[in-house]
Structures are given as C-alpha cells and as structure tokens.
C-alpha cells in the first residue's frame, strides 16, 4: 500500500470521526459555533471549517442518520473537471 493511499485512507477515517463528533454535539443541542470551539480544542489544526460543521449540523438538525459522505451528480461532476483540468496543460 502506498504512503499516498494510506493518507487517503486516514484522511477518510478523520472526516467520519469528525462527522461523528458533529452528529453527537449536534442531537445534545449545541451550536454549530460552539461545535467548531470545541473541536479545534480536541483537533487544532486538523479541525474542520465552520462551513463544514454548519453543513453537517443542519444535516443532522433536519432527520439525516448516516455520518456517510454521499456522492451527489454535481460531486462527481467536479471531481471529473478537476481530474480532467489536470490533464490539460494548456
């Protein structure tokens, strides 16, 4: 396995902890701010944007169960347009 892939791998593992922690914190009632607070306490520099914590906090709020990243059309759109932008060097 490659340094590359275990990265990846680790990377994954981290967001769904984090989105865990998000989840939890969220259905006992605190604020996506104070959210946010007490996560760059725990994880500093690897602690997630506000943004993300203000998504996942009102995905939670509003009925969703799975800390699962899904792939939306307009997700996988993107990620085809930046692999393909790499391969073109103009």
């Known amino acids: 396995m490659s340094s590359e892939h275990v990265c990846e791998v680790s990377k994954k593992l981290l967001d ?3 989105r865990s922690v998000k989840k939890f914190l969220t259905k006992v009632g605190k604020k996506p701010k104070e ?21 996942w906090s009102k ?21 085809l347009l930046k692999k393909c932008a790499r391969n073109w060097k103009v």
């Open 16 to 18: 769904m902890e984090q």
């Open 35 to 55: 959210i946010l607070e007490r996560m760059v306490e725990v994880y500093g520099k690897s602690a997630p944007s506000y943004y993300k914590v203000k998504f």
């Open 59 to 79: 995905q939670f709020k509003c009925g969703r169960d799975s800390i699962e990243m899904t792939l939306t059309l307009g997700v996988l759109w993107m990620r």
